[in-house]
């Protein structure tokens, strides 16, 4: 997976300083407006604006039928940090 650094901007949920970007499917493509970020700290998943800034999005808005691939990102992210913090919470 190719990682793409970026200016970065906070993560709305829970603040943690994001910095970097890697494309599901592997290519290495940069966020553009309206694409989706899973949180590499908390999980939350946010949305690019046009200045590449992380945006919250509703919980409407994470339940479309579309973000399937972003809903499997944030429970990996999720598995990830329960297994740093030694807990198995999901």
Known sequence: MKITRLKGSECPTCGEFQDAAAEANGS???PR????GVCFNCGAINQYDKNSKLQS???EECLRPDMKLALMAQLQVRKNINTLMGEKLI
Do not use: L
Request: hydrophobic share 30%; no cysteine.
């Open 28 to 30: 290495d493509k940069v």
């Open 33 to 36: 407006p309206g694409d989706i």
């Open 57 to 59: 999005m509703s919980e």
